[in-house]
């Protein structure tokens, strides 16, 4: 089914960019694009992994001699042989490992699905079938894998204590409070599922590495590389032109990558190992599950005098990535007293990591939820409740933001979706056996930026090419940078060519955090500022480029632009060519502490319900969203952006959820048979508004990001519309018809 395409075409002075196809789409759509796991020169050794069958325990012994015996089979790796790695640290203490539970070092089972053998064959087939006869026998303990679970141990480490927030009394505030409500909200463990596998290619010529892998940060994969290794950082190249999508899952290095990378070197041969879709839910991050408290108290006129937040984050027992999104949540509505505390639950789990809008998708859903039930205790339309707290500085300490855009969005999103039709009372909207419900909440994501270089080269024929490590994971960075430079150079952005995703090129920060073309493309900027100049501040016109390089002596002109956010040190520059660098937290909240503005994107999403009064199976006809994020440089691949991150916020709130047996604390649903992910028929129509914002203070470009910001409200506002259609208020993540008959 087609999705409804609402997008304005670009009205000039609006800062939108025209809405040009994306450069590779003709390739990638007839398969001329190559990905990490494609055969790249000689036909490479396969490597399959053999992954345990427990949760917690010992391997007690591990027979391979079947495996072995089968021909074909070139090498079995176990914890008595694996091949030699380098520890590397956590990406968040100053390593590159997104995971440091190395596998194959010694018996121990921390968690499902860890790597217990590796099979090294001259074909997939033989390698699977022989990783399969392995025979494993196990001494098993009971896991503890979900918030709660006896022998997951809650803790709350001093690092937290600058994420939270606390503002006056809270205490006296809410008890002296009119209104007043609580809830406690929970969102589920949910994995990436990229189309495109996780993969690793490692080939060696003499002590240099080449590494084919996708990755959304190719110069940290390098030196992380490098160091497990134990070669130089120059010694190792890693080349991912194209990624089949990646959601934070492709983010940082894993382990897998140095087991591939070692048996190559050992072995003397090309390596290749692809993961299975169902090895891909243990074998890489993922989104951790959630617990919050939201305490929330208002006046009678619904201005908040009390906010208070605690919650819980699931972690592995080796590494902690803690949330603690009180920086975003605290900086959205009034000038209530506040209260924060994070928690962190340790678990007999992998570690969890990125995944799109980490942060404020699940603390925006307790949030927003938390908003529409003090509205209906207030009897307000849940629109008027924010509209009344909305506010141009932060309630913790001051900072204003650099631009606000959240009531327009509202304004023209309920006028769209049609809000004012809307019965407030729950269960009074039907069309037949089906009960209608109307749910809205706020969508907000930092600004991220990150330090950024790029080199632009111009030649006299007008043609340009931009070199930037830089990644494209499906978003459209190739043509968005081609527009920048074409704008700012005068020239038509056929006329661009972008190269990136090769760690020998001008490095670039990870692609994630919705901070590429407000970090690469500022870089692209300052590059073509500097050609610019060569030129004495105008570029020349198609009759007098010729003799303008002429006078310059040269047949092309070549810049590096080298970008730092506002307030960062020179040093990050050096840092982030050591793949050492992340992206910098403007906007989460803490950056006020410096003297810096609020850097926000805003946005309001409204979703449609319809429930059936006797099966309670739910439907979703329509989704709205208005999002105000800056400069828009291209409207088509925006649009595609907020489009799919509306869906996919609808399906955190109703579908998705990977689920954990909690005794033998093994996934579920570890497979797209099992795993729910929405389908055009899911979601028929999708309305996207793209809100005119102009923003210079932020960076070169205007540029907020929106890669991140569709997804964020939409659990929230789904959910909101269940209890609209039903009166029945579900808090814990996804909403499926069983939760509404129980």
């Known amino acids: 089914m087609m999705k409804k395409n609402s997008s304005a075409a670009p009205v000039p002075g609006e800062n939108m960019g025209p809405p040009l196809a994306r450069t590779e789409s003709a390739a990638k759509v007839t398969g001329r694009i190559p990905y990490a796991a494609d055969v790249h020169g000689k036909k490479p050794l396969e490597a399959y992994f053999l992954t345990s069958a427990i949760a917690r325990g010992q391997l007690v012994s591990i027979d391979t001699s079947p495996a072995e015996a089968l021909p074909g089979v070139v090498k079995v790796y176990t914890h008595h042989n694996a091949p030699a790695r380098v520890a590397t640290a956590y990406t968040q203490k100053g390593g590159y490992a997104s995971d440091t539970n190395m596998p194959l070092t010694g018996p121990e089972i921390f968690n499902d699905g860890q790597i217990v053998a590796m099979v090294i064959a001259e074909s997939y087939e033989v390698a699977r079938d022989a990783a399969h006869r392995i025979a494993c026998r196990y001494a098993r303990a009971q896991p503890a894998v979900v918030i709660g679970a006896p022998g997951a141990d809650t803790i709350h480490p001093d690092a937290l204590l600058e994420k939270e927030k606390n503002v006056g009394d809270f205490a006296a505030a809410f008890a002296a409070a009119p209104v007043k409500i609580e809830g ?13 596998l996780y993969s690793t290619t490692a080939s060696w010529k003499g002590d240099a590495l080449t590494i084919h892998e996708p990755s959304q940060f190719v110069v940290e994969l390098a030196h992380g590389a490098a160091v497990m290794m134990g070669v130089g950082p120059s010694k190792v190249r890693v080349i991912n032109p194209f990624m089949g999508g990646a959601f934070g899952g492709k983010g940082f290095m894993t382990q897998r990558t140095a087991l591939i990378a070692g048996a190559a070197r050992e072995l003397g041969r090309d390596v290749r190992n692809v993961v299975t879709r169902d090895q891909g839910y243990t074998l890489a991050t993922y989104r951790a599950e959630t617990k919050h408290r939201v305490r929330l108290a208002a006046d009678h006129q619904g201005r908040l005098v009390a906010y208070h937040h605690e919650s819980w984050e699931l972690q592995s027992r080796h590494d902690d990535y803690p949330l603690a999104g009180f920086g975003v949540t605290t900086s959205m509505y009034g000038k209530p007293a506040i209260q924060t ?178 970090s690469i493309g500022s870089a692209v900027k300052l590059a073509t500022d500097k050609i610019r100049a060569r030129f004495g501040g105008t570029i020349p016109s198609r009759d007098g480029r010729a003799a303008a390089f002429a006078r310059l002596g040269v047949s092309e002109v070549s810049e590096l632009g080298e970008f730092l956010p506002p307030g960062t040190q020179p040093k990050a520059l050096d840092m982030l060519r050591k793949g050492q660098v992340p992206a910098s937290n403007q906007a989460r909240g803490d950056e006020s502490k410096n003297g810096k503005p609020l850097m926000f994107a805003f946005g309001a999403q409204f979703v449609e319900v319809r429930v059936h009064r006797l099966t309670h199976e739910i439907r979703v006809p329509r989704l709205t969203g208005a999002f105000a994020a800056g400069r828009i440089v291209n409207t088509r691949t925006a649009h595609s952006q907020l489009m799919g991150g509306m869906i996919w916020g609808m399906a955190s709130g109703l579908l998705e959820a990977t689920g954990v047996d909690e005794k033998r604390g093994r996934w579920v649903k570890d497979g797209l048979a099992e795993y729910l992910l929405p389908v055009n028929a899911d979601t028929p129509q999708v309305d996207v508004i793209l809100v005119p914002e102009e923003d210079t203070e932020i960076n070169p470009l205007g540029v907020k990001g929106i890669g991140e910001i569709g997804i964020v409200g939409g659990a929230a506002a789904a959910a909101n519309a269940v209890y609209h259609a039903t009166g029945k208020r579900i808090r814990d993540l996804p909403i499926l018809m069983d939760k509404l008959l129980a």
Not at 184 to 190: M, N, R, V
Not at 430 to 438: C, F, P, S, V
Request: with cysteine; charged share 25%; glycine share 8%.
């Open 184 to 196: 406690e909200y929970s969102t589920p463990a949910q994995h990436q599922n990229a189309i495109e």
């Open 341 to 518: 505390r994070a928690n962190l639950v340790k678990a007999d789990r992998q570690a969890s990591g990125f995944m799109r809008a980490p942060i404020e998708m699940p603390y925006m859903y307790a949030l927003e939820s938390a908003m529409d039930e003090l509205a209906v205790a207030l009897r307000m339309d849940p629109i008027e409740l924010r509209r009344i707290n909305d506010m141009r500085e932060s309630p913790v300490d001051g900072a204003r933001f650099t631009s606000r855009s959240l009531m327009k969005c509202y304004d023209e999103a309920a006028a769209s979706f049609g809000w004012s039709k809307r019965n407030p009372e729950p269960g009074s909207m039907r069309d037949g056996d089906w009960l209608i419900g109307y749910g809205c909440a706020t969508a907000a994501y930092p600004t991220h930026m990150g330090p950024a270089i790029a080199r632009v080269t111009m030649n006299s024929n007008g043609d340009v090419r931009i070199e930037s490590s830089g990644q494209d994971s499906g978003q459209g960075t190739y043509t968005v940078l081609a527009q920048i430079a074409a704008r700012e150079l005068g020239i038509d952005p056929r006329q661009v060519r972008v190269i990136m995703g090769d760690s020998k090129l001008p490095a670039a920060p990870a692609s994630s955090n919705s901070l590429g073309t407000a």
